[in-house]
């Protein structure tokens, strides 16, 4: 039963969720449903965790929930919120009167969907890798990367400068191009679950969608202190150009327990807020 349990997961932990905000979408209560799924998917993640962990030493307390939360709470989703207000809808309200959009709005809906995942996983994948190889991106960045666990509780552990650096490449782009509301949303969507989904640890086998998707499994590689395993897998939601660019990794080996990075971090979140900005590059 856990075996197949740990095939279905990944796929029903994404779809129903994901139908849950398109189907809301047709009521006009896409938005609502959007946040009551999110908040649905991470207590339903936090539950799995316990019950069937990829690592039983990734349970244990690292003394960053507090870290975690404010990273998340402010740095993640306040910056998006402000963001979202201030800037995307300055693009919509500018865009609307000139009708300059070359968005193909007639297609299906799936197939915009679609389309939109592909154009905004460009930048981001190159956002990302850029973040891992130059030096001065990586000051922020390794904020994330100095977790010696993962699970869904730190998921949104960005430093304020790696967050606006990410919302700046994304969503903005497909606004410029005319993407209607229900693209913007489904893409967020996706890219959210998404997010949960990759940081969680749950024991799951997905095997050909790992060559789709970022998945559990090639997010534990990214977070190796190995850097040939990585600086690898730079994916969102796709890995289209880690197939595409050469950075894909998706060894048959389990992925190392042992993860970080090699170089000191505060404990406290105002010292990891301020500490890339206090030293040299790392």
Known sequence: MRRVLSVVLWPLLFAV??????????????????????????????????????????????GQMLPDLLHTVLNKGVAQVLITVIVFMG?????????????????PLAIQLALGLVIIEFPLYWKHRLAHEWPWLWRFHAVHHSVTRLWFFNTGRFHLVDTLTGLAVGIPILLLLGAPEPVLLLVSAVTAFIGLLTHCNIEMRCGVLNYVFNTPSLHRWHHSKDLNEGNRNYGENLV?????????????????RDIGIEQPMPENFLGQLKVPFTRQPL
């Not at 959007?34 to 690592?55: D, K």
């Not at 289209?240 to 190392?256: E, T, W």
């Open 240 to 256: 289209l150009y880690d197939q595409i660019f050469g950075s894909f990794y998706n060894s048959p080996r389990r992925p190392p």
């Open 17 to 62: 969720p994901l139908a849950i905000v398109w189907a809301a979408m047709s009521t006009g209560h896409g938005v609502v449903a959007f946040n009551v799924t999110y908040l649905g998917l991470a207590l339903t993640i936090a539950v799995l965790e316990r019950a069937m962990p990829h690592e039983r030493a990734w349970l244990e307390n690292d």
């Open 91 to 107: 693009i919509a309200g500018w865009m609307a009167p000139r009708g300059d959009g070359i968005w193909p709005a007639e297609w």
